[in-house]
Nanobody
Framework: QVQLVESGGGLVQAGGSLRLSCVASGRTLSIYDVAWFRQAPGKEREFVAASSRSGSSTGDADSVKGRFTISRDNAKNSVYLQMNSLNDMDTAVYYC???????????????????WGQGTQVTVSS
């Protein structure tokens, strides 16, 4: 099994930036596809961005395209989410997830990922 711990959340003004980190322990992260999801109050958890095991293939939700970037450093057992041009719609708890994506269409689906972190709160003030 792999354990995931997110960090880097906080309070930021609209238009600002944050960088979230997720560190894995227990097993090497390099064998897993990884993703970031988020959940706003009263809403379903939604896909944000995903990365293949090597980092060569990534995908973003339309709502964050051009503003958020997922990256990973397998040597550090870590995955990151760089978030720029934040707005109040980005306020949510952000979760890191790891699993095996068997088909491209599955990478946006929560059930694809067996391992989840505890989440980190991001609050954007307008």
């Amino acid at each position: 099994q792999v354990q995931l711990v997110e960090s880097g959340g906080g309070l930021v003004q609209a238009g600002g930036s944050l960088r979230l980190s997720c560190v894995a322990s227990g097993r090497t992260l390099s064998i897993y596809d990884v993703a970031w999801f988020r959940q706003a109050p009263g809403k379903e958890r939604e896909f944000v961005a995903a990365s293949s095991r090597s980092g060569s293939s990534t995908g973003d939700a339309d709502s964050v395209k051009g503003r958020f970037t997922i990256s990973r450093d397998n040597a550090k057992n870590s995955v990151y989410l760089q978030m720029n041009s934040l707005n109040d719609m980005d306020t949510a708890v952000y979760y890191c997830a790891a699993g095996f994506v068997l088909a491209p269409a599955m990478r946006t689906t929560r059930s694809t990922y067996a391992y989840w972190g505890q989440g980190t709160q991001v609050t954007v003030s307008s």
